[in-house]
């Protein structure tokens, strides 16, 4: 481990003297992707699904993985701490040029920035959050990473300013995904995500969730939710990798079936921790 550092262009030096040119693409145009792994008691969580969601994420944005899958695992694990729950962001952006310019620069070495965090507890993991339904109103290629996220971020602060912890977003009358997480609903006793595509991230803790729920004959379907189908779910749930499984209890000032975090969560969010122990 090495102590109180971050990676950065292939030094590991304290975050206070970890510094990049301000002609980075990644500062000028939000031109760059990132990607969040957990850590387990030094344990990278499903790392190979994050490197493939990593690998995407620059393939759609026509920029060269600077590091092989080894390689990155050694940056990564020199910043763990195995005796701590934490985890990793990892960002890369188009690096800098001489000049700003909005095309793709020629011979251009990219960013690579790397840093370790602790996890921390989040409160409403055990009473539930409140959410507010909001228009989706971001762009076209929401699957992939990419650091543009002032869209994310407007509609995050809209459910703030409603006093609601997350944004749950709407197209068309169909929930996309949250400003920050993936979206579950319970319906009629089954557990339903919308689909993969180009409007939501394809989360990692989504696709482990789906995988416990075929593994313990949980029924569920990835199909379109509408708002209505939502607004009457028996169980709403975000999900994210730093906040594992969240339940809504209350959706636009109004309570979710009870009030309360439903059985199916409860069950759920105990089959996640074992799996997490599992894997220790």
């Known amino acids: 481990m090495v102590n109180n550092a971050v990676y950065l262009n292939g030094e590991y030096l304290p975050l206070s003297e970890a510094k990049v040119s301000v002609l980075d693409r990644g500062f000028l145009f939000g031109d760059g992707v990132y990607e969040v792994i957990p850590a387990y008691k030094g344990r990278l969580f499903h790392l ?9 994420s620059l393939a759609g944005i026509r920029l060269d993985n600077p590091h092989s899958r080894e390689q990155w695992q050694s940056i990564f694990t020199a910043l763990l701490d195995s005796d701590k729950d934490q985890y990793i962001y ?13 095309a793709f620069p020629d011979n251009t070495p990219p960013t690579v920035f790397v840093m370790c965090s602790d996890i921390v507890p989040f409160d409403g993991k055990s009473t539930g959050i409140k959410a507010a339904t909001l228009t989706d109103s971001r762009w076209l290629f929401c699957n992939l990473k990419t650091i543009a996220l002032l869209g994310n971020i407007l509609h995050r602060q809209e459910a703030v300013d409603k006093e609601s912890s997350e ?15 993936n979206v579950f609903a319970v319906i009629r006793g089954e557990l339903v995500t919308p689909p993969k595509g180009p ?14 729920a075929e ?7 990835e199909t379109a939710i509408s708002l209505a189908e939502l607004k009457s779910a028996e169980e709403i749930w975000v999900t994210s990798s730093i906040r594992e499984i969240i339940p809504v209890v209350e959706l636009d000032g109004l309570p979710v079936a009870d009030g309360e975090p439903g059985p199916l969560y409860r069950q759920m969010d105990g089959l996640f921790q074992t799996y997490k122990q599992s894997l220790a």
Request: glycine fraction near 6%; aromatic fraction near 6%; hydrophobic fraction near 40%.
């Open 90 to 102: 990892l960002q890369i952006t188009r690096g800098a040029p001489a000049k700003r310019d909005h």
């Open 48 to 56: 190979e699904d994050h490197f493939l969601r990593l690998e995407n």
């Open 215 to 221: 593994r313990n004959r949980i029924p569920y379907q």
């Open 167 to 181: 944004a749950i977003l709407i197209k068309n009358g169909y929930v996309t995904e949250g400003a920050a997480s």
């Open 199 to 212: 409007a939501i991230l394809p989360g990692i803790t989504r696709d482990v969730i789906l995988a416990i």
